[in-house]
């Protein structure tokens, strides 16, 4: 089992800068892909960036603007967020998952483990 608690989401200004917090617990097997999803109310969940395998990837929208990185010994995936605009506004979900590789390639029914979420919003 794996448990994941994310934080850091918040109110910012457009052009305005967050950092979310993913600290997990429970078994690390299960936790060889990590990723950031983001959701809307009555819009699809959209994956934003994974890290495994010694790899990131970022969605399109994400790249040049998102960093996602990990420290192992304090069990924390990050999310450095910079150049917020209104479209960013979403939850953030912090999801986990025991897979062989490709982690951005896999769908996000394959990622077992979520984090409850964290609200950003982003204002004009």
């Known amino acids: 089992q794996v448990q994941l608690v994310e934080s850091g989401g918040g109110s910012v200004p457009a052009g305005g800068s967050l950092r979310l917090s993913c600290v997990a617990s429970g078994d690390s097997a299960n936790r060889q892909c990590m990723a950031w999803f983001r959701q809307v109310p009555g819009r699809e969940r959209q994956k934003v960036a994974t890290?495994?395998?010694?790899?990131?990837t970022y969605a399109d929208y994400a790249q040049g603007r998102f960093t996602i990185s990990e420290d192992n010994a304090k069990n924390t995936v990050t999310l450095q967020m910079n150049n917020l605009t209104n479209e960013d506004t979403a939850v953030y979900y912090c999801?986990?998952?025991?897979?062989?590789?490709?982690?951005?390639?896999?769908?996000?029914?394959?990622?077992?483990?979520w984090g409850q979420g964290t609200q950003v919003t982003v204002s004009s």
């Open positions: 999801a986990a998952a025991r897979l062989g590789g490709a982690c951005f390639a896999r769908p996000q029914s394959q990622y077992a483990y």
């Open positions: 890290i495994g395998f010694g790899s990131t």
